[in-house]
């Protein structure tokens, strides 16, 4: 089954210092995959995402995301971290088949808690 | 103003009583879709429409309906709402002619069934 998976509900960090949020996926194929930043009581905001090419891709706000294909891995980061980074991130990748749907498959989504 | 707006934003029901989540966009797409967010469980597809002739159920349809009125028009039903319906519900475009899977979200509606 394709799936995405955030494993860490909660991440924790202190502002002014790196971030890393995890995000693993199950596809076939070549993936496209994304990231989603949401803040309370607002809907999800494109941050960034990966089609092909570079496996580091920039997006919105400082954050980055590297795409490794062995580890079927697309680790959102920052290197440093504010206060008004805290959020609810969600990982999705677009599955094998839906070229032409637009549909998406989310993981389950990662607070993000950063402390001044 | 909001590029995708969802009405209403919060609202509370009974068991048995019928909703509808509108939602309305002005980015010209002409995909739409419904998206259920629970705790822990992330974002859920409910239906999705390539436009107004193409409905297509998605992973959760059981107990919804929806009805695509104009390209940019796109609304949920709950024909007998029930408890475990309460969820943050969002609306989302997509660009047929960019392909590339981004979607574009409402603020979100959250609904309680009581």
């Known amino acids: 089954a394709q799936s995405v998976a955030q494993p860490e509900d909660q991440v924790n960090v202190a502002e002014g210092n790196p971030l890393t949020v995890k995000c693993t996926y199950s596809v076939s194929g070549n993936p496209y995959l994304f990231w989603y930043v949401q803040y309370p009581n607002r809907g999800l905001q494109f941050l960034l995402k990966y089609i092909t090419g570079d496996n580091l891709v920039k997006g919105s706000y400082g954050f980055e995301a590297e795409f490794n294909k062995s580890q079927t891995s697309f680790h959102l980061k920052k290197p440093s971290a504010l206060v008004s980074d805290s959020a609810l991130y969600f990982c999705?990748?677009?599955?094998?088949?839906?070229?032409?749907?637009?549909?998406?498959?989310f993981g389950q989504g990662t607070t993000l808690q950063v402390k001044p | 103003d909001a590029d995708v707006t969802q009405t209403p934003r919060n609202r509370i029901t009974k068991t048995g009583k019928r909703i509808m989540l509108e939602c309305s966009q002005t980015k010209g797409h002409d995909r739409m879709y419904w998206y259920r967010q629970d705790p822990g469980l992330g974002l859920r597809l409910i239906y999705y429409?390539?436009?107004?002739?193409?409905?297509n159920k998605g992973e959760i349809s059981d107990g919804y309906s929806v009805s695509r009125q104009a390209q940019a028009k796109f609304s949920l039903s709950l024909e007998s709402a029930i408890p475990n319906q309460t969820a943050l519900y969002f609306c989302?475009?997509?660009?047929?002619?960019?392909?590339?899977?981004?979607?574009?979200f409402g603020e979100g509606s959250r609904l309680t069934v009581l």
């Open positions: 999705a990748v677009r599955p094998l088949g839906s070229s032409n749907t637009g549909k998406l498959i």
């Open positions: 989302a475009t997509s660009d047929l002619a960019a392909n590339t899977g981004e979607l574009f």
């Open positions: 429409s390539f436009d107004v002739k193409d409905i």
